[in-house]
């Protein structure tokens, strides 16, 4: 496949890839490139699968709990990247095992009662597994970052066989997604000098409690509005 010989040059080139790497990558070119069209389907079971929830919602209670879905499959420097930070041997296989979001998925919603509600109802299906779960919504992190990461396993079915591969999902809500893009992009500049970025850490933290606040008392809005709608049926 040449754009993934391409990508591989690249990345040499601009010494993101060791000679080692790129052999590796002209050695397996094939199995890399099936293996990353394996995520992208894993991805679009699982965005089905949110995509069948969303429906379901909308006809049974009238609302739509999903507000964006995004999707990615991390890109082979970023995987580059991963196997160097994290010593893993240079196999597929050893890829596979040891790097949990080659699949990414990213669903927003707008209440946090609704990312539990969704998580709870893809971990019933009884065709996905769930490997980890980390919960920074109930534990932010130490800098403010909220969201509910879960890493499942969900089959694909090809011509001859299925074939299990890992999804890492990212449940949010708008103002924790809006947040961590900021932070994103605070912790990636460039040229700020260090008593600044100290500042905008800071600042970032309390807008994360902010942030959080926020969240909840939209979601006693809506609550209080379901409450007084049925006691009031018109
Ligand atoms: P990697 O960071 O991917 O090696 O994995 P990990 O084992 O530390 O996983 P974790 O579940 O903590 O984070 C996985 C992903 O969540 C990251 O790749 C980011 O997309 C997102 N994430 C985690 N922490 C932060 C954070 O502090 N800020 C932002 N903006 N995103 C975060
Ligand atoms: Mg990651």
Redesign the pocket.
Known sequence: NAQLQQAAENLVRNRLMSDEFLDFVQENTKPLDTMMAYYKCAIMEVETKFKVLNEQFSLEYDRNPIESIKTRVKSLDGIVR?VR??NIPLTLSAIEQNI??IA?I?VVCSFPEDIYLLADCLLQQDDIRLI?Q?D?IKHP?E???R?L?L?VAVPIFLQNEKREMKV?V?LRTIAMDF???L??KV?YKKNVPADETERLAQELSECAQISADLDQRMQNIRTRLADAELQHPQ
């Open positions: 991963k930070r994290k949990n979001d990414g990213r980890e980390k920074y992190k800098n403010g970052y969201s990461h890493i890492e990212q947040w961590a893009s932070e994103h912790r």
